[in-house]
Structure formats: C-alpha cells, structure tokens
C-alpha cells in the first residue's frame, strides 16, 4: 500500500495499526518523516524487514510492534534509536541472549 507523506514532515505521532495493507514498501515512505516521535505498527503486513528501515526514526520515543514478526536482526538494527524508546511494545520477541542485550537499551519496555 502507498501512503501519501508529502507535507508531512512535521508530523510527530502516526498510528497505522490493523491496516494490514501497510506492508515494507510503505514502511520507505514513513520513514520520511523524520520528526516522527510515536510510531505505531501492531497487526499490519511489516516483516522483519521493514523494521529494519525503521532505525532512519531517530525521534522515535514510542514504537508500536504488536504482532509483527520481530527477529534478532530487526531488533539490532533498532539500537540507533532504542536509548530514545520509552515504551516499546513488542508481543512476538525472540528470545536470545543478543535479543536481551538489545532491550536493555530500553527505559521502559512493554510486552504484551
């Protein structure tokens, strides 16, 4: 799915949950918005992939993953901008000890 972000650079919160037509090729286009600050994802098409392309959202404070399928590999690519999260919500966490590592980066963590 296409979502149109021209003008909006500014935007701070964006709430794509259960529109699971949103899938990666989307995911390039929210990236744009680089004063993003809360992000939320839950129960859309994004795969590990597409939140990989997440860490350019270096605003992030909240981020929104319920659902989706979380690796090792997407979470580590997130360490960019993980010392900003405050309330992360992941239900699907692999469990590593590199996956720990990484949500130790977290000041508040929510798994739901």
């Known amino acids: 799915m296409f979502i ?18 949103i899938t990666d ?11 993003l600050e809360k992000l939320h994802l839950s129960r859309t098409g994004v795969t590990a992939d597409g939140i990989m392309e997440l860490s350019k959202l270096l605003n992030l404070s909240t981020l929104d993953l319920g659902g989706l399928p979380v690796s090792d590999a997407a979470l580590c690519s997130l360490t960019v901008c993980f010392s900003t999260f405050l309330s992360p919500n992941l239900t699907t966490v692999p469990e590593s000890g590199q996956t720990l590592c990484v949500l130790s980066y977290c000041q508040d963590l929510l798994l739901s």
């Open 4 to 21: 149109s972000v021209s003008g909006m650079s500014s935007l701070k919160e964006l709430d794509l949950s259960r529109c699971v037509k």
């Open 25 to 35: 090729a989307g995911i390039k286009h929210v990236v744009s918005i680089s004063h």
